[in-house]
């Protein structure tokens, strides 16, 4: 079975400064892996993916994360945060190529950017 | 596309009551997945569907909850009879065949008291 473990269940940060959310997963066979971001009152979103391809994946809103296979990481960063990016984060996981098994998600990383 | 649309948005109930919640996933997803958000436990998986076909139901609780899906475009989740240690927020989400790629609702804060 996969999991997923969020090293930090929360993460304070002021404002233009960067930001690394840490994401490591533990799985027996190969995995796709996900960032989801929840903002107060509202559903989960899918911030960006890994597949396949280049480990270095991108979101339109200037987060990115890297595919570790090595370290088994997927850990996300923005080089500079807004008031608007706080949120709580989620690393999730599923089974590579076994149709559409269910994510695994971390307990989240609770995102606050300090003015 | 209205997304899934999940009601009622916030429930209160005594202890002991009937709670059905439902969802309406996005035409054309052919998989449907519950989930609870606690503090405590984050996000787990209750049950999936894969073209209206209960796959996985070994993330629901106990006897107390069952989930259906009639249709492909309606599911319940029913927890009879509701105790305060199910208060959560629960979320439905839907997908097509891209992997990972759900849409979630925007949850149902319950509230046993």
């Known amino acids: 079975a996969q999991s997923v473990t969020q090293l930090d269940s929360q993460v304070p940060v002021f404002e233009e400064a960067p930001v690394e959310l840490r994401c490591n997963y533990s799985s027996s066979v190969s995995v796709y892996l996900f960032w989801y971001v929840q903002y107060p009152n509202q559903g989960l979103q899918l911030l960006l993916k890994y597949l396949s391809g280049s480990t270095l994946v991108e979101s339109i809103n200037g987060f990115e994360a890297e595919f570790n296979k090595s370290q088994t990481s997927f850990h996300l960063r923005k080089p500079s945060v807004h008031i608007s990016d706080t949120a709580e984060y989620f690393c999730?996981?599923?089974?590579?190529?076994?149709?559409?098994?269910?994510?695994?998600f971390g307990k989240g990383t609770r995102l606050s950017v300090i003015a | 596309d209205a997304g899934v649309i999940q009601s009622p948005r916030h429930e209160v109930t005594e202890m002991g009551q009937e709670v059905t919640l439902r969802c309406k996933p996005i035409?054309?997803?052919?998989?449907l997945f519950w989930y609870r958000q606690t503090m405590m436990r984050g996000l787990e998986l209750l049950i999936y569907f894969n073209n209206n076909v209960p796959i996985d139901d070994s993330g629901m609780p106990e006897d107390r909850f069952s989930a259906k899906m009639p249709n492909a475009s309606f599911s319940t989740l029913k927890i009879q009879p509701s105790e305060p240690r199910d208060s959560a927020v629960y979320f439905c989400?839907?997908?097509?065949?891209?992997?990972?790629?759900?849409?979630f609702g925007s949850g149902t804060r319950l509230t046993v008291v």
């Open positions: 989400a839907s997908t097509d065949r891209a992997p990972g790629g759900y849409t």
């Open positions: 999730a996981v599923t089974l590579r190529n076994s149709g559409n098994t269910p994510l695994v």
């Open positions: 035409s054309g997803h052919n998989s």
